[in-house]
């Protein structure tokens, strides 16, 4: 099947392989029996009620009002049982190919892009790693000289290390879009 595929499953997995190593960590000095203590294999189901603290103050883009998703799309790109989304708080994005959206969850964030060829694309990681390092989503075709559209939120104060021609930046969001090739070096962050 198509590359992007792939490159949305290595970047879930790294992801989740992340997230479970953190929550192993912190599962070994708490015990199981503690109050509070949870798996290190639960990833949260219940949406939030608010963008968190972390969230808003890291990025600009939710310091604006939210742009609920339409429910049609919300069914498939938003599910609350995936890492705690609400699509009621997500903000619209432009990407290359169209409107997207960031999507606030319990400690993830997702980005989502519509995908030329059938629905939406989307990448989440835990909001930690978001504020260190921007959220990525590239969809690309299989051959280097394929299209390829990367999107990037950029947390406050981190730079945009990599960029080539073509990229466009919303001033005072924190998005970068692109509309290249495969073979183009996707835009990097430098936290701030």
């Known amino acids: 099947m198509r590359a992007r595929i792939s490159l949305a499953v290595s970047i879930a997995a790294l992801a989740i392989t992340t ?24 990833l949260p189901t219940a949406a939030v009620s608010a963008v968190q603290v972390d969230i808003a103050t890291n990025f600009a883009l939710f310091r604006s009002q939210p742009t609920p998703i339409p429910q049609e799309i919300a069914v498939a790109i938003a599910s609350s049982t995936r890492y705690g989304r609400n699509a009621g ?3 619209a994005i432009q990407t290359p190919y169209g409107k997207g959206w960031v999507i606030p969850g319990d400690g993830w964030l997702c980005i989502a892009m519509p995908d030329p060829v059938d629905g939406y694309g989307e990448s989440c990681s835990p909001t930690s790693l978001a504020i260190q390092r921007g959220l990525w989503l590239r969809l690309a075709g299989d051959a280097p000289d394929a299209q390829a559209a990367d999107v990037l939120l950029v947390p406050d104060g981190a730079t945009v290390k990599k960029s080539v021609a073509g990229t466009l930046t919303a001033p005072g969001t924190g998005i970068v879009s692109h509309l290249g090739v495969v073979a183009d070096a996707p835009p990097t962050v430098s936290a701030g």
């Not at 070994?28 to 290190?40: M, Y």
């Open 19 to 42: 997230i479970v190593a953190v929550g192993a960590s912190a599962a070994n000095s708490v015990p199981a029996d503690s109050p509070g203590a949870t798996s290190a294999f639960t």
């Open 89 to 91: 708080l997500a903000r």
